[in-house]
């Protein structure tokens, strides 16, 4: 049986609301768990409680600015990822956010795809990183549960059309067993769809 790993967590921390949400809605598309904060000062403690695996951090903050924030992170953890974003690159700001140990700094406007490299490259370096069976157990967990809520459907009456049990759907959908071939054929016919709707866009 395949153990899921626990989730990712992301604190990012950005005075524009805009931004949080945008962060917050493409980090969790990806699987990640996010929380955002738009008070610099409250971060240090949020790091210290939270347990993080990676922050994402704006540098021009008007209460306080990205490097000084990095400054009390370091204090409380020594370890957690940081990636600095900024409207406002210079070689000054870059430097002593590599000096604080910051895994990168990007541009803002940053590229999707370059901020998925990053922390693909910062989950591999702490041991986080997915294998494609286990996003894959991610994807069919997930599309089972919204295929579940759509149809207003509870684990129990899925589990009578089934004839599986309530703890063996609960954890497939949430990605912490795989699921048989047979059992993915039971919970299609169940929801009326095809056994390969269940893979998502995999």
């Known amino acids: 049986m ?16 805009a931004i949080c949400e945008f962060m917050e809605t493409f980090l969790t598309k990806d699987g990640f768990e996010v929380t955002t904060m738009s008070d610099p000062a409250r971060a240090p ?3 210290k409680v939270g347990g993080y695996h990676l922050v994402v951090l704006d540098l021009m903050m008007p209460k ?3 490097v000084e924030v990095l400054e009390r992170i370091r ?41 998925r490299e990053v922390v693909d490259r910062v989950m591999r370096k702490k041991g986080l ?5 286990e996003n ?9 549960r919204t295929l579940r809520k759509e ?10 059309r089934t004839a599986l049990s309530v703890s063996l759907l609960s954890q497939i959908e949430r990605a ?10 039971k919970i299609a016919s169940a929801l009326d769809v095809r056994i390969q709707d269940l893979f998502g866009e995999y």
Do not use: C
Not at 176 to 185: N, Q, R, V
């Open 129 to 133: 990183l997915r294998t494609p069976e």
């Open 2 to 17: 395949a153990k899921a790993l626990p989730p990712v967590r992301v604190l990012v921390i950005d005075d524009d609301k």
């Open 151 to 160: 149809r207003g459907l509870t684990l129990k009456q899925m589990a009578r």
């Open 64 to 66: 306080m600015d990205g």
């Open 75 to 115: 204090k409380v953890d020594s370890d957690v990822a940081v990636v600095i974003f900024t409207g406002y690159p210079s070689l000054e700001t870059a430097v002593k956010s590599m000096k604080l140990d910051a895994v990168d700094y990007l541009k803002k406007p940053f590229n999707p795809e370059e901020f």
């Open 45 to 47: 403690e949020e790091v």
């Open 136 to 144: 894959l157990h991610r994807v069919i967990g997930e599309t089972i």
């Open 176 to 185: 912490e067993s795989s699921a048989s071939i047979s059992s993915l054929y």
